[in-house]
C-alpha cells in the first residue's frame, strides 16, 4: 500500500475509535447524570429559601372565604398556608370537629368565629386581618395560636372567648384604632402576649385565667386594662432577664386578685397605674414594683398586699395614694421616688416598713397613728436618709426643716433634723 495512503487510514481509524469510545462513555453515564439531576437540588428550593418560595406562590392563590366554611362546616379539616382570603369568613355558632390552620393568610375580611365550637387547634399564625376578627363566645377546646398576627384594622373582639387549652398571640401587631376587645375572656392554661405591640386601647376586665398570663417586653401605647382579672398563676409584666413593660397611656386594674406572682418591676407607664381594690394573695413572695416608672397617678387604694411589697427605686411624677391599702408582710420603698404627695394616711402596715433614702414632695402619713382601727405601724419604721418638701403625720403641719416633735403614737420620739431630713426614726417594740 502507498505510505500516503496508510497514513490516511489509521488516521481514519483513530478517528472512528474516538467517536466510538466518546460515544460509549456517554451512553454508560446517562443514566448516572440523570440519577444527579433528578436529586440535585433546585434553585431557590433549599431550606428558608424554598419555603419562602412556596409561600409567595400561595399568596398569589385566591381562596374564597365561602368554600372554607362549607369544609368546616361539612366536618372536613381545613388547611391553608400563604392564600388570599376573599369575602368574609363566617364560621359562627358552627361546631367544627377538626383543626382549622390557616397560617400566613391575608383575610380581606373579618373572620367570624363568634359562638362556635371548635374541638380541635385553631391556629392563625402569622396571617393578617386588614378588617379586625370576632371570636366572641367562642370556644376552643384545645390551642388557639395567633401568633406573630398582624390586624390592620377592624377590632380585635375577644369577648367571652373560652380557651381551654393555651392562648398563643405572641408578636402580634395591632394597629391604630384597632382596639382589643377581651372583657370576661376565660383561658383554662394561660395566655402568651409577649412582645405584642397594642398601638390603641387594650381591656382584659374580668378576665379569668388559671394558669400564667405573659405581656413580657409588650408595648402598650394606649389604655391597658385588667379590672376585675382574676389571674390563678403568675402575671409576667416583667421579668428580671427580659425589657420593662411599656404603657404609653393608662393601666387600669382596680380589683384584680392576683393569686400568683405579680411582677411590675422596671415597667414604665406612660399615664396612671389604678390597682385600686386589687389583691395580692402570694404570702411568701412581695409583689414587685421595683424601679417601675408611673407618669401620672399611682393609685393603690384598698389593696391588700399579703405577701407585701418591693417598691424600691420605683418613681412617681405625680401623686401616689396607697389609702386603706394594708400591708400584711414587710414593705421597702428605698430610694424611691415620690415627686409629688404620697399618700399613707388611711393605710396599715403590720410589719416593718422602709422608707431608706425616699424622697417625697409631700409625705402623709396618719395624724393619730392609727388607720383601719389599727395601728398604723405593727413594726419598724426607717426613714432614715429620707427627704421631703412637706410632710403630715400625728396631728402635725411639718415643712422643711421647721418640723418638730413626733410622729405617731405607734412610734419613738424622733429628731428631727433642720436640713429636711429624718433621722433616728423606729417604731416602738
Given at each position: 500500500?502507498?505510505?500516503?495512503?496508510?497514513?490516511?487510514?489509521?488516521?481514519?481509524v483513530?478517528?472512528?475509535?474516538g467517536?466510538?469510545?466518546?460515544?460509549?462513555?456517554?451512553?454508560?453515564?446517562?443514566?448516572?447524570?440523570?440519577?444527579?439531576?433528578?436529586?440535585?437540588?433546585k434553585?431557590?428550593?433549599?431550606g428558608?429559601?424554598?419555603r419562602?418560595?412556596?409561600r409567595?406562590?400561595w399568596r398569589?392563590?385566591?381562596v374564597?372565604?365561602?368554600?372554607?366554611?362549607?369544609?368546616?362546616?361539612n366536618?372536613?379539616?381545613?388547611?391553608?398556608?400563604?392564600?388570599?382570603?376573599?369575602?368574609?369568613?363566617?364560621?359562627?355558632?358552627?361546631?367544627?370537629?377538626?383543626?382549622?390552620?390557616?397560617?400566613?393568610?391575608?383575610?380581606?375580611?373579618?373572620?367570624?368565629?363568634?359562638?362556635?365550637?371548635l374541638?380541635?387547634?385553631?391556629?392563625l399564625?402569622g396571617?393578617t386581618?386588614?378588617?379586625?376578627a370576632?371570636?366572641?363566645?367562642?370556644?376552643?377546646?384545645?390551642n388557639?395560636?395567633l401568633?406573630?398576627t398582624t390586624f390592620?384594622?377592624?377590632?380585635?373582639?375577644?369577648k367571652?372567648?373560652?380557651?381551654?387549652?393555651l392562648?398563643?398571640?405572641?408578636d402580634?401587631?395591632?394597629?391604630?384604632?384597632v382596639?382589643?376587645?377581651?372583657?370576661?375572656?376565660?383561658?383554662?392554661?394561660?395566655?402568651?402576649?409577649?412582645?405584642?405591640v397594642?398601638r390603641?386601647?387594650?381591656?382584659?376586665?374580668?378576665?379569668?385565667?388559671?394558669?400564667?398570663?405573659?405581656?413580657?417586653?409588650?408595648?402598650?401605647q394606649?389604655?391597658?386594662?385588667?379590672?376585675?382579672?382574676?389571674i390563678?398563676?403568675?402575671?409576667?409584666?416583667m421579668?428580671?432577664?427580659?425589657?420593662?413593660?411599656e404603657?404609653?397611656?393608662n393601666?387600669?386594674?382596680?380589683?384584680?386578685?392576683?393569686?400568683?406572682r405579680?411582677?411590675?418591676s422596671?415597667?414604665?407607664?406612660?399615664?396612671?397605674?389604678?390597682?385600686?381594690?386589687?389583691?395580692?394573695?402570694?404570702?411568701?413572695r412581695p409583689?414587685?414594683?421595683t424601679r417601675?416608672t408611673?407618669a401620672?397617678?399611682?393609685?393603690?387604694?384598698?389593696?391588700?398586699?399579703?405577701?407585701?411589697g418591693?417598691?424600691?427605686?420605683a418613681?412617681?411624677?405625680?401623686?401616689?395614694?396607697?389609702?386603706?391599702?394594708?400591708?400584711?408582710?414587710?414593705?421597702s420603698?428605698?430610694r424611691?421616688?415620690?415627686?409629688?404627695?404620697?399618700?399613707?394616711?388611711h393605710?396599715?402596715f403590720k410589719?416593718?416598713?422602709?422608707?431608706h433614702?425616699?424622697?417625697?414632695?409631700?409625705l402623709?402619713?396618719?395624724?393619730?397613728?392609727?388607720?383601719?382601727?389599727?395601728?398604723?405601724?405593727?413594726?419598724?419604721?426607717?426613714?432614715?436618709g429620707?427627704?421631703?418638701?412637706r410632710?403630715?403625720?400625728s396631728?402635725?403641719?411639718?415643712s422643711?426643716?421647721r418640723?418638730?416633735?413626733?410622729?405617731?403614737r405607734?412610734?419613738?420620739?424622733?429628731?428631727?433634723?433642720s436640713?429636711r431630713?429624718?433621722?433616728k426614726l423606729?417604731?416602738?417594740?
Open positions: 500500500m502507498h505510505p500516503a495512503s496508510e497514513a490516511q487510514t489509521r488516521i481514519a483513530l478517528r472512528y475509535a467517536v466510538l469510545l466518546i460515544s460509549t462513555s456517554f451512553v454508560l453515564c446517562m443514566p448516572l447524570l440523570v440519577i444527579a439531576e433528578r436529586d440535585a437540588p434553585p431557590g428550593k433549599t428558608s429559601a424554598a419562602a418560595t412556596d409567595k406562590k398569589k392563590k385566591l374564597e372565604a365561602r368554600d372554607l366554611a362549607r369544609q368546616a362546616r366536618g372536613s379539616q381545613v388547611h391553608v398556608d400563604g392564600a388570599v382570603i376573599r369575602g368574609r369568613l363566617d364560621l359562627s355558632y358552627a361546631v367544627i370537629e377538626q383543626q382549622i390552620s390557616l397560617t400566613h393568610c391575608d383575610f380581606q375580611d373579618e373572620p367570624n368565629f363568634s359562638y362556635s365550637t374541638k380541635r387547634h385553631l391556629v399564625d396571617s386581618f386588614r378588617k379586625g370576632r371570636l366572641e363566645s367562642a370556644t376552643v377546646d384545645l388557639a395560636s401568633k406573630a390592620l384594622g377592624g377590632v380585635a373582639v375577644f367571652d372567648l373560652q380557651v381551654h387549652g392562648l398563643n398571640m405572641r402580634a401587631q395591632f394597629a391604630d384604632q382596639n382589643v376587645m377581651a372583657e370576661r375572656m376565660h383561658l383554662d392554661k394561660g395566655a402568651d402576649f409577649s412582645n405584642a397594642f390603641a386601647n387594650v381591656d382584659l376586665s374580668e378576665v379569668e385565667d388559671h394558669s400564667d398570663l405573659f405581656f413580657v417586653g409588650a408595648k402598650f394606649r389604655e391597658f386594662s385588667l379590672t376585675t382579672a382574676k390563678g398563676g403568675s402575671l409576667f409584666l421579668d428580671a432577664q427580659f425589657p420593662g413593660m404603657v404609653a397611656y393601666v387600669r386594674a382596680e380589683r384584680t386578685v392576683f393569686r400568683n405579680a411582677n411590675f422596671e415597667s414604665q407607664i406612660g399615664s396612671f397605674l389604678d390597682l385600686s381594690g386589687a389583691r395580692f394573695e402570694l404570702t411568701d409583689a414587685n414594683f417601675a408611673v401620672a397617678g399611682g393609685f393603690f387604694d384598698r389593696v391588700e398586699f399579703i405577701g407585701g418591693k417598691f424600691d427605686g418613681h412617681f411624677n405625680a401623686d401616689a395614694s396607697f389609702d386603706e391599702a394594708v400591708f400584711e408582710r414587710p414593705v420603698f428605698d424611691a421616688h415620690f415627686d409629688q404627695s404620697a399618700h399613707f394616711e393605710c396599715v410589719k416593718k416598713v422602709s422608707f433614702e425616699t424622697s417625697f414632695g409631700s402623709d402619713l396618719s395624724r393619730n397613728g392609727r388607720a383601719g382601727g389599727h395601728d398604723q405601724f405593727g413594726g419598724q419604721v426607717d426613714l432614715q429620707c427627704t421631703y418638701d410632710a403630715r403625720f396631728g402635725s403641719h411639718c422643711g426643716c418640723m418638730e416633735g413626733h410622729v405617731s405607734a412610734l419613738t420620739s424622733s429628731r428631727i433634723c436640713c431630713r429624718l433621722t423606729q417604731a416602738m417594740t
